[in-house]
T-cell receptor, first 112, second 112 residues
Framework: KQEVTQIPAALSVPEGENLVLNCSFT??????LQWFRQDPGKGLTSLLL?????REQTSGRLNASLDKSSGRSTLYIAASQPGDSATYLC???????????FGGGTRVLVKP | DTAVSQTPKYLVTQMGNDKSIKCEQN?????MYWYKQDSKKFLKIMFS???????INETVPNRFSPKSPDKAHLNLHINSLELGDSAVYFC???????????FGEGSWLTVV
């Protein structure tokens, strides 16, 4: 059974600092790994999707890496801004089937 | 123009009642999902439909019955509501397995 863990559960940084968010998964037989952002009272917005054959994906200030062998993914957000404050969730899709398993999320606060 | 829309956004109801949450996507996607986010913010899949056919039923009590009249709609009907059903229910869709998933804004269900 796939388990996805995100540590820390909460993170507070001053504006301008780089953010590093961690995600670990127990079963390396994944199809892809996705990172989402959730704002209070809102749904999830997809940020990056990394296929199992890829090592990283980049979009603007966001960069996500994937190391299947160690069961880890990291989301880097460069030069954080107050608007980056949100909860960030990672989710692993099983290699077989259509089940996406989510981590518990990291709640980020970027202080001006 | 909302891609995945679900109604109602807020629902407060008494134990024992029956209620429905509706979901529609205008993205032309083949696959739709229902997720439940509990009070600890963990997101878990409940159901997944592909072209109106059920492909995932994640040990959800049979009081929950999804219905997909066409591939653009996936409704969730809940019978005999219990206190533990209080949660946020998210509808989502994707073009195919492994593609980016798009979420609705959630339906906040409170059972009193």
């Amino acid at each position: 059974k796939q388990e996805v863990t995100q540590i820390p559960a909460a993170l507070s940084v001053p504006e301008g600092e780089n953010l590093v968010l961690n995600c670990s998964f127990t079963d390396s037989a994944i199809y892809n790994l996705q990172w989402f952002r959730q704002d209070p009272g809102k749904g999830l917005t997809s940020l990056l999707l990394i296929q199992s054959s890829q090592r990283e994906q980049t979009s603007g200030r966001l960069n996500a890496s994937l190391d299947k062998s160690s069961g880890r993914s990291t989301l880097y957000i460069a030069a954080s801004q107050p608007g980056d404050s949100a909860t960030y969730l990672c989710a692993a899709l099983k290699a077989a089937g259509n089940k996406l398993t989510f981590g518990g999320g990291t709640r980020v606060l970027v202080k001006p | 123009d909302t891609a995945v829309s679900q109604t109602p956004k807020y629902l407060v109801t008494q134990m024992g009642n029956d209620k429905s949450i509706k979901c529609e996507q205008n993205l032309g996607h083949d696959t739709m999902y229902w997720y439940k986010q509990d009070s600890k913010k963990f997101l878990k899949i409940m159901f997944s439909y592909n072209n109106k056919e059920l492909i995932i039923n994640e040990t959800v009590p049979n009081r929950f019955s999804p219905k997909s009249p066409d591939k653009a709609h996936l409704n969730l009907h809940i019978n005999s509501l219990e206190l533990g059903d209080s949660a946020v229910y998210f509808c989502a869709s994707s073009q195919a397995r492994g593609n980016t998933i798009y979420f609705g804004e959630g339906s906040w269900l409170t059972v009193v």
